[in-house]
């Protein structure tokens, strides 16, 4: 169930469970293609949006129990994104290792800071209050924005800090924390043509 690395920084994985059957596949220097279906229409919408802003190619085929809740489904995707992006980083030889980006989206602004660190992090801060409760696009609920976020830092070992400094539609105020998400990982994922060998004093990440 482990992901496998394909070639240069490219990775997959097939995850199946009695909740859900998932395959992700990804470039990390791809051009932003996605090919993208969950069952879940609006997180479709977000890891489209991650994938272009990323410029990583994705690829992302999942099914689940959402008769029962669009939760594991999201969840395990999330999960495989995290473990898949780190199969995919290797060594993190010569990558910049750290990104940050501040995006907007009408009235709502999203800062997200990367660090490619080895250790698994998550400081998520500024959703207005009843953000968790709205039910976007009718099946994506406010509150899987955060448990997304840590799936991914969990499982690919990366530190985020996710500010929202303000907002007030629903679905502006995810898309922003995913296309800033996007945007830092693209930069810390990059390659960096000073750094020669694994960007720590620690030689190792």
């Keep these: 169930m482990g992901a496998e690395l394909i070639s240069g920084r490219k990775a997959r994985i097939q ?3 009695s909740e859900s059957d998932v395959y992700v596949e990804m470039d990390l220097d791809g051009t932003g293609t996605s090919e993208i279906s969950t069952t879940v229409p609006f997180y479709d919408h977000m890891l489209t949006a991650l994938a272009k802003h990323s410029q990583i ?3 992302v085929r999942a099914t689940g129990d959402i008769h029962i809740d669009v939760h594991h489904t999201v ?3 999330a999960i495989s994104l995290g473990e898949v992006l780190k199969t995919a980083l290797g060594d993190k030889a010569g990558i910049r290792r750290f990104g940050e980006a501040s995006v907007p989206l009408d ?3 999203a800062r997200a800071v990367v660090d490619v660190s080895g250790r698994p992090y998550l400081v998520h801060k500024g959703e207005p209050e009843g953000q968790q409760y ?8 406010g509150s899987m924005t955060r448990h997304v976020f840590e799936a991914i ?3 690919a070992s990366i530190c985020l800090h996710m500010d929202v400094v303000r907002g007030r539609d629903p679905h502006h105020i995810v898309e922003a924390q ?4 996007a945007r830092a990982l693209r930069a810390a994922v990059e390659d960096d043509p000073r750094m020669s060998g694994v ?7």
Excluded: Q, W
């Excluded at 709205?134 to 609920?141: C, D, E, N, R, Y």
């Excluded at 995913?178 to 998400?181: D, G, Q, S, T």
């Design 75 to 77: 969840e395990d995707v």
């Design 15 to 17: 995850r199946t469970t």
């Design 134 to 141: 709205h039910l976007i696009g009718g099946h994506f609920t």
């Design 107 to 109: 009235e709502a602004l």
């Design 57 to 59: 190619d994705l690829t």
């Design 153 to 155: 830092t969990y499982h």
């Design 178 to 181: 995913f296309k800033a998400f």
């Design 199 to 205: 960007p720590s004093t620690k030689g190792a990440l």
